[in-house]
Protein backbone atom coordinates (compact mmCIF):
# COMPACT_ATOMS: atom_id res chain seq x y z
CA UNK A 1 0.00 0.00 0.00
CA UNK A 2 1.23 3.51 -1.04
CA UNK A 3 1.56 5.70 1.86
CA UNK A 4 -1.29 8.98 2.03
CA UNK A 5 0.25 11.85 3.22
CA UNK A 6 -2.57 14.30 3.14
CA UNK A 7 -4.31 11.37 5.07
CA UNK A 8 -1.27 11.53 7.56
CA UNK A 9 -1.26 15.14 8.39
CA UNK A 10 -5.48 15.09 8.77
CA UNK A 11 -5.06 12.52 11.31
CA UNK A 12 -1.99 12.90 13.60
CA UNK A 13 -1.57 15.13 16.08
CA UNK A 14 1.23 15.23 18.55
CA UNK A 15 -0.24 15.64 22.38
CA UNK A 16 3.40 16.67 23.73
CA UNK A 17 3.02 15.00 26.75
CA UNK A 18 3.23 11.68 28.48
CA UNK A 19 0.10 9.61 28.89
CA UNK A 20 -0.55 6.95 31.57
CA UNK A 21 0.18 3.45 30.10
CA UNK A 22 -2.44 1.34 31.55
CA UNK A 23 -2.51 -1.05 27.98
CA UNK A 24 -2.53 -1.45 24.73
CA UNK A 25 -5.58 -1.63 22.70
CA UNK A 26 -5.89 -2.10 18.95
CA UNK A 27 -8.40 -1.48 15.92
CA UNK A 28 -11.53 0.46 16.41
CA UNK A 29 -13.27 2.89 18.23
CA UNK A 30 -16.80 1.91 17.81
CA UNK A 31 -17.81 -2.02 16.57
CA UNK A 32 -21.38 -3.20 15.62
CA UNK A 33 -21.16 -7.55 16.42
CA UNK A 34 -23.66 -8.77 14.32
CA UNK A 35 -24.45 -12.45 15.13
CA UNK A 36 -22.04 -15.24 13.54
CA UNK A 37 -22.95 -17.98 12.24
CA UNK A 38 -20.46 -20.50 12.82
CA UNK A 39 -17.21 -19.48 10.22
CA UNK A 40 -19.70 -18.15 7.83
CA UNK A 41 -18.59 -14.76 6.92
CA UNK A 42 -20.31 -11.51 8.12
CA UNK A 43 -21.88 -8.73 6.83
CA UNK A 44 -19.48 -5.83 6.25
CA UNK A 45 -19.14 -3.64 9.86
CA UNK A 46 -20.39 0.05 9.96
CA UNK A 47 -17.46 1.58 11.77
CA UNK A 48 -16.62 5.08 13.19
CA UNK A 49 -12.94 5.66 13.76
CA UNK A 50 -11.69 7.62 16.85
CA UNK A 51 -8.69 10.21 15.37
CA UNK A 52 -5.46 8.79 15.86
CA UNK A 53 -3.13 10.74 17.96
CA UNK A 54 0.44 10.60 19.17
CA UNK A 55 2.69 11.37 22.07
CA UNK A 56 6.29 11.46 23.01
CA UNK A 57 8.39 11.41 26.64
CA UNK A 58 11.67 10.19 27.28
CA UNK A 59 12.85 8.71 23.51
CA UNK A 60 9.68 6.94 22.59
CA UNK A 61 6.98 7.36 20.79
CA UNK A 62 3.01 6.57 21.75
CA UNK A 63 -0.09 5.72 19.54
CA UNK A 64 -3.44 7.02 20.81
CA UNK A 65 -6.78 6.80 19.70
CA UNK A 66 -7.74 10.00 21.16
CA UNK A 67 -7.68 8.78 24.61
CA UNK A 68 -5.11 8.07 27.63
CA UNK A 69 -5.14 4.33 26.42
CA UNK A 70 -1.70 3.48 24.75
CA UNK A 71 -2.10 1.57 21.94
CA UNK A 72 1.61 1.03 20.71
CA UNK A 73 4.96 2.38 21.47
CA UNK A 74 8.71 2.63 19.41
CA UNK A 75 11.95 4.02 20.74
CA UNK A 76 12.95 6.24 18.74
CA UNK A 77 16.40 4.94 18.62
CA UNK A 78 15.76 1.24 18.35
CA UNK A 79 12.58 1.49 16.06
CA UNK A 80 12.15 -2.68 15.49
CA UNK A 81 12.82 -3.30 18.96
CA UNK A 82 9.56 -4.24 21.05
CA UNK A 83 9.13 -1.60 23.69
CA UNK A 84 6.17 -2.50 25.59
CA UNK A 85 6.42 -5.58 27.72
CA UNK A 86 3.37 -7.30 26.75
CA UNK A 87 4.48 -7.34 23.26
CA UNK A 88 7.90 -9.22 24.21
CA UNK A 89 5.32 -11.92 25.57
CA UNK A 90 3.31 -11.98 22.70
CA UNK A 91 6.02 -13.96 21.43
CA UNK A 92 6.33 -16.73 23.75
CA UNK A 93 5.35 -19.03 21.25
CA UNK A 94 9.38 -19.12 19.84
CA UNK A 95 9.92 -21.97 22.66
CA UNK A 96 8.27 -24.17 20.50
CA UNK A 97 9.08 -22.61 17.35
CA UNK A 98 12.19 -20.94 16.35
CA UNK A 99 11.73 -20.93 12.54
CA UNK A 100 8.24 -19.97 11.48
CA UNK A 101 7.08 -20.08 7.98
CA UNK A 102 4.18 -17.47 8.30
CA UNK A 103 3.07 -14.81 10.94
CA UNK A 104 -0.16 -13.32 10.98
CA UNK A 105 -1.09 -10.03 13.40
CA UNK A 106 -4.49 -9.30 13.51
CA UNK A 107 -4.54 -5.59 14.73
CA UNK A 108 -1.58 -3.56 13.11
CA UNK A 109 -1.52 -0.38 15.71
CA UNK A 110 2.27 0.67 15.66
CA UNK A 111 3.30 -2.20 14.31
CA UNK A 112 5.90 -3.21 16.50
CA UNK A 113 5.33 -7.32 16.39
CA UNK A 114 4.67 -6.63 12.66
CA UNK A 115 8.28 -4.86 12.26
CA UNK A 116 9.97 -7.20 14.69
CA UNK A 117 8.87 -10.56 13.27
CA UNK A 118 9.58 -9.43 9.49
CA UNK A 119 13.43 -7.87 10.49
CA UNK A 120 13.71 -10.94 12.79
CA UNK A 121 12.73 -13.98 10.65
CA UNK A 122 14.20 -13.15 6.90
CA UNK A 123 12.62 -16.70 5.72
CA UNK A 124 8.93 -15.71 7.35
CA UNK A 125 6.57 -14.34 5.34
CA UNK A 126 4.58 -11.81 7.72
CA UNK A 127 1.16 -10.56 7.28
CA UNK A 128 -0.53 -7.87 9.32
CA UNK A 129 -4.55 -7.21 8.68
CA UNK A 130 -6.04 -3.41 10.17
CA UNK A 131 -9.76 -2.12 9.77
CA UNK A 132 -8.64 1.52 10.31
CA UNK A 133 -6.62 2.85 7.02
CA UNK A 134 -5.24 5.49 9.26
CA UNK A 135 -3.81 3.20 11.54
CA UNK A 136 -2.06 1.82 8.40
CA UNK A 137 -0.99 5.34 7.35
CA UNK A 138 0.31 6.41 10.44
CA UNK A 139 2.15 2.92 11.41
CA UNK A 140 4.27 3.70 8.03
CA UNK A 141 5.03 7.48 8.12
CA UNK A 142 5.61 7.69 12.17
CA UNK A 143 6.44 4.33 13.33
CA UNK A 144 8.68 3.19 10.69
CA UNK A 145 6.47 0.18 9.09
CA UNK A 146 8.01 -1.29 5.89
CA UNK A 147 6.16 -0.81 2.96
CA UNK A 148 4.59 -4.39 1.65
CA UNK A 149 6.90 -6.27 -0.23
CA UNK A 150 7.42 -10.26 -0.81
CA UNK A 151 7.63 -11.13 2.10
CA UNK A 152 5.17 -8.42 4.20
CA UNK A 153 1.53 -7.97 3.40
CA UNK A 154 -0.49 -5.39 5.05
CA UNK A 155 -4.27 -6.11 4.49
CA UNK A 156 -6.85 -3.13 5.31
CA UNK A 157 -9.59 -5.45 6.13
CA UNK A 158 -11.76 -6.61 9.10
CA UNK A 159 -9.92 -9.52 11.05
CA UNK A 160 -13.28 -11.42 11.15
CA UNK A 161 -13.05 -11.57 7.69
CA UNK A 162 -9.56 -12.79 7.45
CA UNK A 163 -10.01 -15.63 9.53
CA UNK A 164 -12.92 -16.72 7.94
CA UNK A 165 -11.08 -16.80 4.95
CA UNK A 166 -11.08 -20.11 3.05
CA UNK A 167 -8.03 -19.45 1.69
CA UNK A 168 -6.12 -18.44 4.85
CA UNK A 169 -7.26 -22.06 6.40
CA UNK A 170 -4.02 -24.26 7.89
CA UNK A 171 -1.81 -21.76 6.87
CA UNK A 172 -0.26 -20.05 9.56
CA UNK A 173 2.54 -21.49 12.09
CA UNK A 174 1.54 -18.28 14.48
CA UNK A 175 -0.96 -15.80 14.74
CA UNK A 176 -1.05 -12.44 17.10
CA UNK A 177 -4.34 -11.30 18.14
CA UNK A 178 -4.66 -7.84 19.70
CA UNK A 179 -7.62 -6.53 19.23
CA UNK A 180 -9.53 -3.50 21.03
CA UNK A 181 -11.01 -0.94 20.49
CA UNK A 182 -10.09 3.15 21.90
CA UNK A 183 -12.60 2.25 24.75
CA UNK A 184 -10.62 -0.58 25.66
CA UNK A 185 -13.78 -2.29 27.11
CA UNK A 186 -12.51 -5.78 25.91
CA UNK A 187 -11.00 -7.52 23.09
CA UNK A 188 -13.97 -6.31 19.88
CA UNK A 189 -13.53 -10.26 18.59
CA UNK A 190 -14.17 -12.66 21.90
CA UNK A 191 -16.54 -14.86 20.61
CA UNK A 192 -16.13 -18.96 20.76
CA UNK A 193 -16.94 -18.56 16.51
CA UNK A 194 -13.43 -15.97 16.39
CA UNK A 195 -11.37 -18.05 18.14
CA UNK A 196 -12.27 -21.46 16.33
CA UNK A 197 -11.83 -19.04 13.01
CA UNK A 198 -8.44 -18.54 14.12
CA UNK A 199 -7.60 -22.45 14.57
CA UNK A 200 -8.64 -23.02 11.34
CA UNK A 201 -6.32 -20.51 10.10
CA UNK A 202 -3.32 -22.53 11.69
CA UNK A 203 -1.05 -25.21 10.77
CA UNK A 204 -1.32 -28.72 12.56
CA UNK A 205 0.79 -27.80 15.80
CA UNK A 206 0.57 -23.60 14.85
CA UNK A 207 0.09 -21.48 17.77
CA UNK A 208 -1.94 -18.34 19.24
CA UNK A 209 -0.93 -15.41 21.47
CA UNK A 210 -3.23 -13.15 22.70
CA UNK A 211 -3.56 -9.94 24.67
CA UNK A 212 -6.02 -9.68 27.32
CA UNK A 213 -5.96 -7.31 30.33
CA UNK A 214 -6.21 -9.74 33.17
CA UNK A 215 -8.64 -7.48 35.85
CA UNK A 216 -11.19 -6.75 32.72
CA UNK A 217 -14.75 -8.54 32.91
CA UNK A 218 -13.61 -9.63 29.43
CA UNK A 219 -10.67 -11.69 30.50
CA UNK A 220 -12.61 -15.10 31.71
CA UNK A 221 -15.19 -14.87 28.46
CA UNK A 222 -11.80 -15.05 26.34
CA UNK A 223 -10.26 -17.92 28.26
CA UNK A 224 -13.07 -19.64 28.13
CA UNK A 225 -13.75 -19.13 24.54
CA UNK A 226 -10.66 -20.34 23.80
CA UNK A 227 -10.60 -23.31 25.88
CA UNK A 228 -13.48 -24.36 23.73
CA UNK A 229 -11.44 -24.29 20.94
CA UNK A 230 -7.88 -25.03 21.84
CA UNK A 231 -5.98 -28.41 22.92
CA UNK A 232 -4.32 -25.92 25.31
CA UNK A 233 -4.51 -22.55 26.31
CA UNK A 234 -1.65 -21.37 29.23
CA UNK A 235 -1.65 -17.72 30.60
CA UNK A 236 1.94 -15.67 31.13
CA UNK A 237 2.31 -13.78 34.14
CA UNK A 238 0.36 -10.16 33.97
CA UNK A 239 2.82 -6.86 32.70
CA UNK A 240 3.34 -4.21 34.80
CA UNK A 241 0.22 -2.49 33.40
CA UNK A 242 -2.03 -5.29 33.60
CA UNK A 243 -1.86 -7.81 30.59
CA UNK A 244 -1.84 -10.94 29.94
CA UNK A 245 -0.71 -13.00 27.10
CA UNK A 246 -2.59 -15.93 26.34
CA UNK A 247 -0.79 -18.78 24.65
CA UNK A 248 -3.42 -21.12 22.27
CA UNK A 249 -2.20 -24.75 21.20
CA UNK A 250 -3.79 -25.93 18.17
CA UNK A 251 -2.12 -29.38 18.79
CA UNK A 252 -0.93 -29.95 23.06
CA UNK A 253 2.53 -29.16 23.00
CA UNK A 254 4.97 -31.82 23.58
CA UNK A 255 8.63 -30.60 24.32
CA UNK A 256 10.78 -31.91 27.69
CA UNK A 257 11.80 -29.30 29.84
CA UNK A 258 15.54 -29.98 28.57
CA UNK A 259 14.10 -28.63 25.35
CA UNK A 260 12.50 -25.66 26.62
CA UNK A 261 15.37 -24.81 28.94
CA UNK A 262 17.95 -24.58 25.95
CA UNK A 263 15.58 -22.95 23.66
CA UNK A 264 15.02 -20.09 26.41
CA UNK A 265 18.49 -19.85 26.60
CA UNK A 266 19.09 -19.76 22.73
CA UNK A 267 15.87 -16.53 22.54
CA UNK A 268 17.35 -14.95 25.63
CA UNK A 269 20.92 -14.50 24.08
CA UNK A 270 19.58 -14.18 20.15
CA UNK A 271 16.73 -11.73 20.47
CA UNK A 272 17.41 -9.89 24.16
CA UNK A 273 13.61 -11.97 24.87
CA UNK A 274 13.01 -12.41 28.67
CA UNK A 275 12.12 -16.48 27.50
CA UNK A 276 13.22 -17.93 31.21
CA UNK A 277 10.59 -15.81 32.37
CA UNK A 278 8.15 -17.44 30.29
CA UNK A 279 9.44 -20.84 30.50
CA UNK A 280 8.71 -19.73 34.47
CA UNK A 281 5.13 -18.80 33.69
CA UNK A 282 4.72 -22.13 31.88
CA UNK A 283 6.05 -25.00 34.03
CA UNK A 284 3.47 -25.49 36.16
CA UNK A 285 1.03 -25.48 33.23
CA UNK A 286 3.14 -28.10 31.01
CA UNK A 287 4.60 -30.55 33.32
Not at 162 to 170: A, I, K, L, P, T
Not at 175 to 197: I, M, R, S, W
Not at 208 to 215: I, Q
Request: proline content about 5%.
Amino acid sequence: MKRDNQTVSNVVRIIGQIMLLKRKSIEKEESLRPPVDGIKKTRTRKIRYAPVTLSEQGGVRYLHFGTEWIQGAMRLRKPNWLELEYSRKMMAWLLFNLNPRSIAQLGLGAGSLTKFCYHEFPDSIVTAVELNPDVIAVAHSMFAVPEPDERLGILEMDAMNFVQDEHNFNHFDVLHVDLYDATAKGPVLDTPEFYAACKQCLVFNGMMTVNLFGDHPSYEKNIDAMKKTFAEVICLSPSKEGNVVALAFRKKPELKIDDLNARAVQISEKYGLDAKKWLKDLKNSLM
